[in-house]
C-alpha cells in the first residue's frame, strides 16, 4: 500500500516508523519524477531534499510553526506532504499546483517565492513579529547554497545574529558552494555545540573568568580568540559565528536519523542556528545526479521514466527524439550566437551572468572566451555595477539576465548604469509571458520601468533574425541598450546579413485605412497574422513593428496614424506605462498642433495591470488572455466596435 496517499498532512508523519520513512521517501522521489517528466519543473532540487522536508515536517508542527522555502523551487516534496498529493499531476499547469509556494494553496505555504536570497528576510520578520507577540511557535528557512551568499541573505543573516533571535537556519548546500568540513573533529565540535553543557558551561566559564581581578577581561578575551580560533581550523562556517549564530555541520543531507538528531537539538537552542546540510541534487534520478545542470528546471531535457530496473537511463523514445530535435533554436540561442560572433570581431566584448550561464546561453560564450566571461553568482546587483566598471574601462558588457531577475538591480541600472551613461547591453532574457513557473517569473514589468530612463534604449525584435540585428544595433552605438527577447522559439527564418538598425526606427509592415495596429517584440507577427483575419472581415489595416519602445519613431507612427478611426497598440508587458503609454503619450503631444490627430482613439493591448499572471503553458496563458492570433484578433473587433466603426467596404457599399 502507498504511503504517500495516507498523508493528509505533516501530523501523519509522527505515526510512521523508520522503515515506513524510508519507503515514503522513495515514494516521494517517484511521483515527483513521474509529474515532472509530464510537467517539467524543477527536479533536481525536489529531489535533493526529499528527507530534510520529511525530517522537518516530523519535528516541527506546520502551519502554526512555519517552514520558509527560499526560492521555493525545492518546496515539491512539501507540497506532497501538504494535502497536495491528488491534485499534484497538475504541477504547472493551467488552473493546477503551483511550482513555487503559494499561500493561495495551503495555509502550510508560508511566503509567495520565486526569487533567491528572500528567505532569511521572511523568517527574520515572522521571528520578530512572533517575539512581539510573545508565542512560542518555530520558524525554519530553507536556504540553498548559491541564495546564501546573494546580498540581501547576508544583510539578513548579520540582523539576525546581531538581535540573536531564535530561528533555525537549514542551509542546504548541494553544489558544494561552501566546502563541508569532514571527519571525527567536526562532527564531535556540532554535537557539542548544541549540548545545553557545553553552551552552559561556556558561560559559566566566561562569568567566572570575567571576574578575576585586574587581569579577568583579558583572560576572558584571550580565551574567547582561543575558542573561535579551535572553531575555525576544525570546520567552516566561521563567518556565520563571526555573526553571531551557530553553526552546525555539515551533515549528511539523505540519513534520517542524523538529521532528526541535529535538527531536534538545533529546535531545542535560544538563538539563531544554522545547520549546514549537504544534500545531492536529482539523488534517486540517475540522469539529474549525473547532469546537475540540465535537470535542474524549469525546462527539461526529454525524460526516459525509471522502470524494469532502470533508474531513468532508458533510452528515449522516436517520438520524444523527434520532439527535441524538431525545435527551431530559440532566442536565446541566437543571441548567444551572434554574441559570439561580434565577439570574434571585437575583442573588448566580454558576457556577464548573474549565475545562470546555461539558461541565458552564456554557456557557449563561455566555452569560447572563458577568460571573457563573468558569472557573478545570485548577484544580479553586482553584475550591473560590475558592467559599468568594465565599460568605464573601455570594456563592451554584455549582462544576460532574465527579465523577472533584472527587476532586482533597478537602481544599479538607473544609478549606475544609466546615470553614467555607459554602453553596456542588457540582454533582457524571458521577457513577457514565461509561463509555467507563474507570477514571482513572469517578465511583464521591466518595459514600463525602463522607459523612464534617460540614456537608455529599450528595443525588441519581431523575430530571431531581427534580434541578430538589434544586437548588432547595440554593439554599434555608445549608449546603455536593453534588448528584450522572449522564452519562445523563433521562427525558423532563414539566416540574413545582420546589419544594424538605425536606434529608434520602425518598419511599416502593411498599408490599411481602417485601423493603425503599432506591436513591440514578437507579438507582432500574431498581430500582422490577427490583421490578416480582420482583413478578411473588410476590415483595412496598417501594421507598424515598432522595434525601439525607446525612442520611439513617432514620425512613422503619426503619419499613419492621421486619418485613421482607431489605433491600437500590442506588447506582452503591462498595460500600465509600457509601450502602448508612450504611443499614447506621443499621440497626444503631437494632437495640440495637429488637428488631424485629434479624436484618434487608442487602444492599449497587452498584459492586465491590476494582477499578477499565474502559472500555466504559455500557449494557454496567451489564450487565456486574449494574446494569441485569435485573441487579438477578436479585441481589434470589440475596439473598433466600441468606436460604433464599420469596415470602409461595408460603408462604401
Known amino acids: 500500500m502507498s504511503i504517500l496517499a495516507t498523508i493528509s498532512g505533516p501530523a501523519d508523519l509522527k505515526r510512521l516508523s523508520d522503515v515506513e520513512l524510508v519507503q515514503l521517501c522513495a515514494e516521494i522521489r517517484t511521483a515527483i519524477i513521474e509529474t515532472v517528466a509530464k510537467t517539467g519543473g524543477h527536479l533536481g532540487s525536489s529531489l535533493g531534499v526529499v528527507e530534510l522536508t520529511v525530517a522537518l515536517h516530523r519535528l516541527l508542527d506546520s502551519p502554526t510553526d512555519r517552514i520558509v522555502w527560499d526560492t521555493g523551487h525545492q518546496a515539491y516534496p512539501h507540497k506532497l ?33 520565486g526569487h533567491a536570497g528572500t528567505g532569511l528576510s521572511i523568517g527574520e520578520g515572522l521571528a520578530i513579529a512572533r517575539d512581539g507577540r510573545g508565542t512560542a511557535e518555530r520558524i525554519a528557512v530553507v536556504v540553498g547554497d548559491a541564495a546564501v551568499i546573494t546580498g540581501l541573505s547576508i544583510e539578513a543573516l548579520n540582523d539576525i545574529g546581531h538581535r540573536g533571535l531564535r530561528l533555525l537556519i537549514v542551509l542546504n548546500d548541494n553544489e558544494m558552494s561552501i566546502s563541508p568540513s569532514v571527519g571525527a573533529l567536526s562532527t564531535y565540535l556540532s554535537r557539542i555545540k548544541l549540548s545545553g553543557t557545553w553552551r552552559g558551561s561556556k558561560r559559566a566559564y566566561d562569568h567566572l573568568v570575567e571576574r578575576i581581578p585586574v587581569i579577568g577581561p583579558t583572560v576572558l578575551e584571550l580565551s574567547r580568540r582561543l575558542r573561535a580560533s579551535v572553531v575555525r581550523f576544525a570546520q567552516p562556517g566561521q563567518l556565520f559565528e563571526d555573526l553571531g549564530i551557530t553553526y552546525v555541520g555539515p551533515v549528511p543531507g539523505h540519513d534520517l536519523r542524523a538529521l532528526d538528531a541535529t535538527l531536534r537539538r538545533a529546535l531545542e537552542q535560544e538563538g539563531p542556528v544554522l545547520v549546514h546540510v549537504r544534500t545531492q541534487k536529482g539523488k534517486g534520478y540517475r540522469p539529474a545526479e549525473a547532469d546537475q545542470v540540465s535537470f535542474h528546471g524549469a525546462a527539461l531535457p526529454p525524460m526516459a521514466l ?6 531513468g537511463d532508458a533510452t528515449l523514445s522516436a517520438a520524444q527524439a523527434a520532439a527535441a530535435k524538431g525545435r527551431p533554436p530559440n532566442y536565446t540561442a541566437v543571441v548567444s550566437g551572434e554574441l559570439i560572433a561580434i565577439a570574434e570581431e571585437d575583442p573588448r566584448v566580454v558576457a556577464i551572468t548573474a549565475g545562470m550561464p546555461t539558461g541565458t546561453g552564456l554557456n557557449r560564450f563561455a566555452a569560447r572566451f572563458p577568460e571573457r566571461t563573468f558569472d557573478v553568482g545570485i548577484a544580479e546587483q553586482h ?19 532574465y527579465s523577472t531577475f533584472l527587476q532586482r538591480a533597478f537602481d544599479q541600472v538607473v544609478h549606475d548604469v544609466c546615470q553614467n551613461d555607459q554602453p553596456v547591453v542588457i540582454g533582457v532574457d524571458r521577457a513577457g509571458l514565461v509561463g509555467e513557473d507563474g507570477t514571482s517569473h513572469q517578465g511583464m514589468f521591466t518595459i514600463a520601468a525602463q522607459r523612464q530612463i534617460p540614456n537608455l534604449v529599450v528595443a525588441s525584435p519581431k523575430d530571431e533574425q531581427e534580434a541578430r540585428r538589434l544586437l548588432r544595433t547595440a ?29 529608434g526606427q520602425g518598419e511599416l509592415l502593411r498599408v490599411g485605412a481602417d485601423v493603425l495596429i503599432v506591436g513591440f517584440g514578437p507579438i507582432v507577427m500574431r498581430a500582422l497574422a490577427a490583421a490578416d ?16 519602445a525607446k525612442p520611439l519613431d513617432r514620425e512613422l507612427i503619426l503619419r499613419h496614424a492621421a486619418g485613421k478611426r482607431l489605433v491600437v497598440t500590442v506588447e506582452e508587458s503591462v498595460v500600465s506605462g509600457g509601450f502602448g503609454a508612450g504611443v499614447l503619450e506621443s499621440l497626444a503631444a503631437a494632437a495640440l498642433a495637429d488637428p488631424s490627430l485629434r479624436g484618434i482613439p487608442v487602444r492599449i493591448v497587452g498584459l492586465p495591470a491590476d494582477r499578477f499572471v499565474d502559472h500555466g503553458s504559455v500557449s494557454d496563458l496567451r489564450h487565456l488572455l486574449r494574446l494569441d492570433v485569435e485573441g487579438l484578433a477578436a479585441q481589434f473587433r470589440e475596439a473598433l466596435a466600441s468606436v460604433a466603426s464599420t469596415p470602409l467596404e461595408v460603408t462604401s457599399a
Open 81 to 113: 506532504l501538504t494535502g497536495r498529493f491528488a491534485r499534484f499531476g497538475t504541477l504547472r499547469q493551467l488552473g493546477g499546483i503551483g511550482g513555487f509556494p503559494r499561500r493561495s494553496e495551503s495555509p502550510h505555504d508560508v511566503f509567495d517565492g
Open 306 to 311: 525509471p522502470g524494469n530496473g532502470s533508474d
Open 383 to 401: 553584475a550591473m555595477t560590475l558592467a559599468t566598471g568594465l565599460a568605464l574601462g573601455g570594456l563592451r558588457p554584455f549582462v544576460a539576465v
Open 475 to 503: 554593439f554599434g552605438q555608445a549608449h546603455p541598450f536593453a534588448l528584450h527577447y522572449p522564452r519562445d522559439p523563433g521562427l525558423d527564418l532563414p539566416a540574413v546579413a545582420p546589419t544594424p538598425i538605425p536606434v
Open 533 to 548: 483575419t480582420l482583413a478578411a472581415e473588410g476590415w483595412s489595416a496598417s501594421v507598424i513593428n515598432a522595434r525601439f
